[in-house]
């Protein structure tokens, strides 16, 4: 038998302020205490139809709060961490300066609400642009290595996404290897250059439309394509094999 969701009045008139809908917020603390399910065992805890749940959680995924796993040809649902929430919250414009604040205060009591898993599902996909930002943000405060199409980063937000997350005086760590590009040309002049980051262009005949960064043990890619997807692995030999292959293109990379 699945654990009963627990009452608790002010969370959910807190995620009610945050924007979520009513069976959104039940989806959510259903996820919290499952933590990872199939949809259908989510739908029975928030005692919702399962295509009903199933569009809640997309929605949640595109708020990047949900994720997805495929285990053995049977689609999972993970919930983000609750410090998600505040992620989510830092990617609104409107409401941003009034509701960080409740929100962090509020991560304790949703990580009272989940056990931790034990089976930590190793590869976890996102969508939307709410999905990209708060990887982006959780990526970009390491040091890291990364693949990069800057143009169609700029197609997706509009905008530089280390620029729109953490303002223009923002110093990365790491090394970026970009598609050489208009994207590219506008990129290096908004991003400080220095010892700790760097960029070189690849060669002229090679490119992609995706964004691939390697940090501590996670692969995280980005594609840029019409869904926005976000696949990200946790896995320290995936991520020591990408650091080898982004070495040896490193190596034929331009200043």
């Known amino acids: 038998m699945p654990p009963t969701q627990p009452q608790n009045s002010s969370l959910r008139a807190l995620l009610k302020r945050i924007g979520l809908e009513e069976k959104e917020i039940e989806i959510y603390l259903a996820m919290l205490t499952l933590k990872s399910a199939k949809a259908s065992d989510i739908a029975r805890l928030a005692k919702q139809s399962r295509s009903h749940a199933y569009l809640m959680l997309r929605s949640l995924e595109q708020r990047g709060l949900v994720s997805e796993v495929d285990r053995g040809n049977i689609l999972h649902f993970v919930a983000e961490p609750p410090e998600s929430l505040v992620t989510y919250l830092e990617n609104q414009e409107d409401e941003i300066r009034s509701l960080r604040t409740i929100a962090e205060g509020a991560v304790p009591q949703l990580k009272s609400l989940t056990q931790p898993l034990v089976d930590r599902p190793h590869v976890t ?35 530089n996404i280390v620029t729109k997350l953490f303002g223009k005086n923002e110093r990365l760590q790491g090394r970026d290897l970009l598609v050489d590009n208009d994207g590219a040309k506008r990129y290096t002049g908004e991003v400080m250059q220095d010892e700790e980051y760097q960029i070189r262009l690849l060669p002229k005949n090679i490119t992609f439309g995706t964004d691939t960064i390697v940090y501590e043990d996670t692969v995280a890619m980005f594609s840029y394509d019409s869904e926005r997807t976000i696949v990200r692995i946790e896995n320290q030999n995936i991520a020591n094999a990408f650091r080898s292959w982004f070495e040896v293109m490193w190596a034929s990379g331009t200043e």
Do not use: C, T
């Open 125 to 159: 996909l996102l969508h939307g642009l709410q999905g990209m930002k708060q990887i982006y943000r959780s990526v970009l405060k390491n040091e890291f290595v990364g693949l990069f199409n800057a143009e169609k980063m700029y197609e997706a937000f509009g905008e």
